[in-house]
């Protein structure tokens, strides 16, 4: 039995409650969807139930190939029971193809190949428009140590050799993706979630777009997209 608690804490597209047992807490998707910083929010139906799913997929995936998680399982539509971590505040994210925040900071084209792939930190904090960081700053502040560091950036780049696979053979690319990491028993564990809103995910043949720059770039389908890419990769939703 898990009994849903008092809430912890209300992120911009999942708040998370306690359970009886304090170790495990629930994780609820909603269908709040934010851009910039959470300077632009919507509702988009469906939202909540495609990541909660498209999330426990990932997940499930992840740990088969060798990435702990936090994920335990699925509760409902748009919950599930996870692991309480200790969150690192540190996004993580790998880029295969230019996107996003690289070509405006770095003036490279939407679409260049990057090999090897690039991988960068960022702080987590909206109000500061999550900045890009480096070792030293993690070290210097004190957010993780050294081996934390380094287990981050080994478990960021075995999620991309497992998901770039499989995402390919369902035809897509996976462009680049944010991972958060937490601890849990000493060790460093994927938290957080993987769904289209914190990935790009773009057709193989067409690149098309089918991952949350519908909704940043005001494109329409957004759902629609994150359900073309749910059923391309043998999901049933
Ligand atoms: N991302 C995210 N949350 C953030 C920032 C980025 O999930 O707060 C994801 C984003 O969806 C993309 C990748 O991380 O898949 C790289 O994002 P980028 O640095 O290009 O920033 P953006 O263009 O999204 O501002």
């Known amino acids: 039995m898990t009994t849903k608690g008092k809430q912890l804490y209300a992120g911009k597209a999942k708040s998370v409650y306690e359970t009886e047992h304090p170790g495990q807490m629930i994780m609820?998707?909603?269908?709040?969807t934010s851009a910039f910083d959470g300077?632009?929010?919507e509702q988009l139906a469906r939202k909540g139930m495609v990541n909660n799913k498209f999330n426990a997929f990932i997940m499930q995936k992840l740990e088969q190939g060798g990435v702990p998680t936090h994920f335990i399982r699925l509760l409902s539509d748009q919950e599930s029971l996870v692991k309480r971590l200790d969150m690192i505040p540190i996004e993580c994210v790998v880029r295969n193809i230019a996107a996003g925040s690289i070509c405006r900071r770095l003036g490279i084209t939407e679409g260049l190949a990057l090999?090897?792939?690039t991988f960068e930190f960022f702080m987590k904090n909206d109000a500061l428009h999550d900045p890009m960081i480096n070792d030293s700053h993690i070290r210097a502040f004190?957010?993780?140590?050294?081996a934390e560091v380094a287990r981050m950036r080994e478990l960021t780049f075995k999620v991309n050799m497992l998901l770039k696979k499989m995402f390919l053979d369902a035809g897509l690319l996976l462009v680049d993706y944010k991972l958060e990491f937490g601890r849990y028993q000493g060790q460093v564990v994927l938290g957080d979630e993987f769904s289209p809103d914190g990935c790009r995910l773009w057709d193989a043949q067409t690149r098309k777009k089918l991952d949350k720059d519908r909704f940043r770039q005001n494109?329409?389908?957004v759902i629609e997209g994150y359900e073309e890419v749910a059923r391309r990769i043998g999901m049933e939703i």
């Not at 609820?28 to 709040?32: I, S």
């Not at 004190?142 to 050294?146: K, L, N, Q, T, V």
């Open 28 to 32: 609820l998707f909603r269908n709040d």
């Open 39 to 41: 300077e632009r929010v």
């Open 219 to 221: 494109l329409g389908g």
């Open 142 to 146: 004190g957010w993780a140590s050294e």
């Open 115 to 117: 090999n090897p792939p």
